[in-house]
């Protein structure tokens, strides 16, 4: 079974900052990576999907992906209170998503 | 485009009855996937169809779930009866790439 694993925070960082959100999976043979942003109440949807080894960069939102030690992060830098919501990793087995449990993150202005 | 198209948003029922929920994918989107969410559980893939055929219902939680797709522009998830632990927010979603997908607004489902 792939597994997704993320601290359920919540991650607290003042506005201005870096936030780091991290993800660790269990299967090896995983190939691709997605990020999702869900607000409250809403649906989630997609920000950046990564497949490489190294980071991709996209805005104010760099993906980070190291399949040796299988984890992958998201970077939000300067964060805005705007950027408040759930952060959900997944990971691609076939045609289907396996999600994280997500990382609540709050911006404090 | 509109989008995936989930109705209803809200739906309150009583234990026992009968519940369909209702899901619109992107035109052109050969996959379409039904996800229940909860705190306790996060989201979990209930099914998932390729082409209108079910692909992987491993996940259906019991018998009293039943989806389908008689087309590839509607799909229906189906709780006959209905318990207070099926209260959850239901998401329908579409795929037509190797990428992520797109999800529909939901389906709040509140069985009391």
């Given at each position: 079974?792939k597994e997704v694993e ?16 991290n993800c660790t999976y269990s299967d090896r043979g995983s190939q691709s990576f997605f ?14 999907f990564i497949y490489s080894n190294g980071d991709k ?6 993906a980070q992906l190291n399949k040796a030690s299988q984890y992958v992060s998201l ?14 990793c997944a990971l691609r087995g076939?045609?289907?998503?396996t ?11 | ?112």
């Amino acid at each position: 079974q792939k597994e997704v694993e993320q601290n359920s925070g919540p991650l607290s960082v003042p506005e201005g900052a870096i936030a780091s959100l991290n993800c660790t999976y269990s299967d090896r043979g995983s190939q691709s990576f997605f990020w999702y942003r869900q607000y409250s109440g809403k649906s989630p949807e997609l920000i950046m999907f990564i497949y490489s080894n190294g980071d991709k960069e996209d805005g104010r939102f760099t993906a980070q992906l190291n399949k040796a030690s299988q984890y992958v992060s998201l970077l939000i830098r300067d964060s805005q209170p705007s950027d408040s919501a759930t952060y959900l990793c997944a990971l691609r087995g076939g045609n289907m998503l396996t999600f994280g449990g997500g990382t609540r993150l709050m911006v404090k202005p | 485009d509109a989008g995936v198209i989930q109705s209803p948003r809200h739906e309150v029922t009583e234990m026992g009855q009968e519940v369909t929920l209702r899901c619109k994918p992107i035109s052109g989107h050969d996959y379409l996937f039904w996800y229940r969410q909860t705190m306790m559980r996060g989201l979990e893939l209930l099914i998932y169809f390729n082409n209108n055929v079910p692909i992987d219902d491993s996940g259906m939680p019991e018998d009293r779930f039943s989806a389908k797709m008689p087309n590839a522009s509607f799909s229906t998830l189906k709780i006959q009866p209905s318990e207070p632990r099926d209260s959850a927010v239901y998401f329908c979603a579409s795929s037509g790439e190797a990428k992520g997908y797109t999800f529909g607004s939901g389906t709040r489902l509140t069985v009391v």
